[in-house]
C-alpha cells in the first residue's frame, strides 16, 4: 500500500484554468503538507495542516487553497492558474507537527500550465 | 532565518568509491538537521536527521553524517557507493517557530559511473 498517495501524477492545463490535486495518507499521522519544487528543485512548504487544522501558511497567492476534509486528507486547489504555477507539487506527511518530525513524501503531481 | 547551501550542485563518483556531500547550514540555535533523497520521478526519502547527542549519525543505506557545529555543516558520507544511489541529495534545516518547517538546501544530484 502507498503511503502518501497523489493523485493526478501528471497534470496539463491552459492558463487561467481552476484545477485540484488531491492527496491521502494512510499511516494515521496528525499532520499534512503541501510543497512546491520548482524548475531548479527547490523545495519551499507552502502549506501545513495538523489535524485538519491550518498551522503553516506560507506567503503563498490566495489562488491556492487547502482543504484538509478529515486528518487523512490535504487537497490543493488552484485558481486562475498562471504560467509560473508550473511546478511539482508533493504532498506529506508527518506523526505530529514538531521540528524534529520525519516527512513522508507523496511521489509528486507536476503541473504545466500552457 | 534559517537557510542551508550546498555547494556542489553536481557530483560523480565511481562505482565503490566513497561519497562526501557538502551541507553548510545557517540558524540561530541548536538546528534540526535532515537529509533527504529523491529519486528520479519519486518523492523524497529521509536517509537521516540529527538535533543532539552523537555529532556522527547514521542512516539508512549505509549513509552516515557528521554535524560539525564549529562549521556549520553536516556533511552526508557513503564509504562505498552503490549504482543504485544516483538520486538528487537535500539537506534541510529546521527549528524556527516549533513546527515541522524545514528549509531545503538546493540539492546535489550523485551521478555513479561504473
Not at chain 1, 57 to 66: I, M
Request: charged share 20%.
Amino acid at each position: 500500500d502507498t503511503a502518501v498517495s497523489q493523485t493526478p501524477k501528471y497534470l496539463v492545463t491552459q492558463m487561467g484554468n481552476d484545477k485540484s490535486i488531491k492527496c491521502e495518507q494512510n499511516l494515521g499521522h496528525d499532520t499534512m503538507y503541501w510543497y512546491k519544487q520548482d524548475s531548479k528543485k527547490f523545495l519551499k512548504i507552502m502549506f501545513s495542516y495538523n489535524n485538519k487544522e491550518l498551522i503553516i501558511n506560507e506567503t503563498v497567492p490566495n489562488r491556492f487553497s487547502p482543504k484538509s476534509p478529515d486528518k487523512a486528507h490535504l487537497n490543493l486547489h488552484i485558481n486562475s492558474l498562471e504560467l509560473g504555477d508550473s511546478a511539482v507539487y508533493f504532498c506529506a506527511s508527518s506523526p505530529g507537527q514538531g521540528p524534529f518530525e520525519k516527512l513522508f513524501f507523496g511521489s509528486g503531481t507536476q503541473l504545466s500550465v500552457l | 532565518a534559517q537557510s542551508v547551501t550546498q555547494p556542489d550542485i553536481h557530483i560523480t563518483v565511481s562505482e565503490g568509491a566513497s561519497l562526501e556531500l557538502r551541507c553548510n547550514y545557517s540558524y540561530g540555535a541548536t538546528p534540526y538537521l535532515f537529509w533527504y533523497v529523491q529519486s528520479p520521478g519519486q518523492g523524497l526519502q529521509l536517509l537521516l536527521k540529527y538535533f543532539s547527542g552523537d555529532t556522527l549519525v547514521q542512516g539508512i543505506k549505509g549513509f552516515e553524517a557528521e554535524f560539525k557545529r564549529s562549521q556549520s555543516s553536516f556533511n552526508l558520507r557513503k564509504p562505498s557507493v552503490h549504482w543504485s544511489d544516483a538520486a538528487e541529495y537535500f539537506c534541510a534545516v529546521g527549528g524556527s517557530g516549533g513546527y515541522q518547517k524545514v528549509t531545503f538546501g538546493t540539492g546535489t544530484k550523485l551521478q555513479v559511473i561504473p
